[in-house]
């Protein structure tokens, strides 16, 4: 990640890494146990939205956005100790997957198409 | 999130609310649906360790790497959708709740626990 | 599972454990294997959904239903092969857990309660 | 789903169709609602899971299994709901999953394959 000294998410990524080691955690850090604690916390931000409307997500209230904030902060957090294992550049991997969209999803070809939206995801169907 | 010109998080985000913009879907992007994709994208990170053991998670073929990298990029893009649509600040949440972990568990107490491990994910437990 | 030659769960069971064995992948399905499995398969129905508004989720096409109905089989093969794994028998814990969820919420109490609905799936909240 | 007097699938389907209406709950009930507490239950599995051993996971304590139970219970409810909502035969379709994988996967073919074992749940890589 590239500049050590400024950038939020590299700042980040060592403060995790020390808590890590100063609990002697790294043994458990293997990518498939984070992969699940990762999509364990996913869920946990899904919860907070099963039973509203699309419309009921926007207008959380103020204790509500600040449980989910602290949710989206565990999924960031086994993010990057993910990334850290495997030697990933979240950084310069997410641009380079947001190239590959561009290109995929023309913006004149999939204008308001909520079809082509889905397919942004699953481009197997 | 802090310094819009220097962060790469603060990049990414500005990137990706001009491609969300330039096709209308931002009509798509409510936090509800959001979090469904997020949880998706998840779990093909998930699919790609499922049968792998903790070791060979650990040292995938530079092939999978590359996959997997493009997963992780997938997540976090959407992990930044979210954040903007519910005024987040992401890198803030993160310092927060690693703070609020350093005091639930010091690390004498929970050294190379995994029991102690297993509550850092699971207070409820 | 209660009655092995006239039960359909118990049949799918017996079923899907000979798949393994004539694969030889019962070598594969650690109960923490098969949990991954399981939540991948249910991400895959998560992103037929997650562009859909919740009307649109009621009234899917014969070809999306058929597809959806594909993945929802998928869950259940991944459940049967797990409970198989631990010993679990499905149809009784579900009907403890129900018996658990009418004490839990007693219908004068959460009567249309979208709120109580929500603590039915997290009752830490 | 086939025989409704005798079939322990088809007494749950009905119990908790029951369950839902006593408490008006039918209203939150949609596909992609359902789809979302589904994902949400099997994550609560996976959490049991994530910092174990495989071989761990298969040696539970007596008391982590019935919480296993339980969790596995909320999954199978939700996808019978989902099913119920959607018209959908689970034990049919779960049949028709296995035919197309007995072709798609045969045993002399894929025996002891891990890398087989993978595709089995993601054709798409």
Redesign the interface.
């Known amino acids: 990640?590239?500049d050590e000294t400024?950038?939020?998410?590299a700042q980040?990524n060592a403060?995790?890494l020390a808590?890590a080691r100063?609990?002697?955690?790294e043994?458990?850090h293997?990518?498939?146990?984070l992969?699940?604690?990762?999509?364990?916390?996913?869920?946990?931000?899904?919860?907070?939205?099963?039973?509203?409307?699309?419309?009921q997500?926007?207008q959380?209230s103020e204790q509500k956005?600040e449980q989910?904030?602290?949710e989206?902060?565990?999924?960031?957090?086994y993010?990057i100790r993910?990334?850290e294992?495997?030697d990933?550049?979240?950084?310069e991997?997410?641009?380079?997957?947001?190239a590959?969209?561009?290109t995929r999803?023309p913006?004149e070809k999939?204008?308001?198409d909520?079809r082509r939206?889905?397919e942004?995801?699953?481009p197997?169907q």
Chains 1, 2, 3, 4 share one sequence.
């Open positions: 990640m590239s400024t950038d939020s998410l980040l403060r995790l808590f100063e609990r002697n955690w043994q458990f293997s990518p498939k146990n992969a699940m604690a990762l999509i364990a916390e996913c869920a946990e931000l899904v919860e907070h939205f099963q039973w509203l409307s699309e419309a997500s926007q959380l956005r989910v904030a602290l989206m902060a565990d999924i960031l957090i993010l993910a990334a294992r495997l990933i550049d979240l950084i991997a997410a641009n380079r997957k947001i590959i969209n561009e999803y913006a999939v204008y308001g909520a939206a889905g942004y995801d699953d197997a």
